[in-house]
């Protein structure tokens, strides 16, 4: 079993920047990639981006390329989400997800999931 716990969320203008973090326990030398997705009001969960947790290549959606990075803290077992030029749109719950199998751009191909952290974005 893997354990993720998310943090970092909160409100902030809109241009604004915030840092997620997400703590990987348990199992970890199982995960093959990790990646944020968000839910926004009314809207079915998204990709965000992804990270592969040993060669550390990197995947994004395209609404947040160039403003958005995903890292990773091996010795940590950590990924990171920096967000910067933050918009409205980017409100939502934000949740880390981890994959036993692959790096993918789809929810169903993650295995564990942490309880979310809410971002909002005001104008």
């Known amino acids: 079993q893997v354990q993720l716990v998310e943090s970092g969320g909160g409100l902030v203008q809109a241009g604004g920047s915030l840092r997620l973090s997400c703590a990987a326990s348990?199992?970890?030398?199982?995960?093959?990639?990790m990646a944020w997705f968000r839910q926004g009001p009314g809207k079915e969960r998204e990709f965000v981006a992804a990270?592969?947790?040993?060669?550390?290549?990197?995947y994004y959606a395209d609404s947040v390329k160039g403003r958005f990075t995903i890292s990773r803290d091996l010795a940590k077992n950590t990924v990171f989400l920096q967000m910067n030029s933050l918009k409205p749109e980017d409100t939502a719950v934000y949740y880390c997800?981890?994959?036993?199998?692959?790096?993918?751009?789809?929810?169903?191909?993650?295995?564990?999931w942490g309880q979310g952290t809410q971002v909002t974005v005001s104008s």
């Open positions: 997800a981890a994959s036993r199998t692959r790096t993918s751009y789809y929810s169903r191909e993650y295995d564990y």
């Open positions: 990270i592969s947790w040993r060669s550390g290549n990197t």
């Open positions: 348990g199992r970890t030398f199982s995960s093959y990639s």
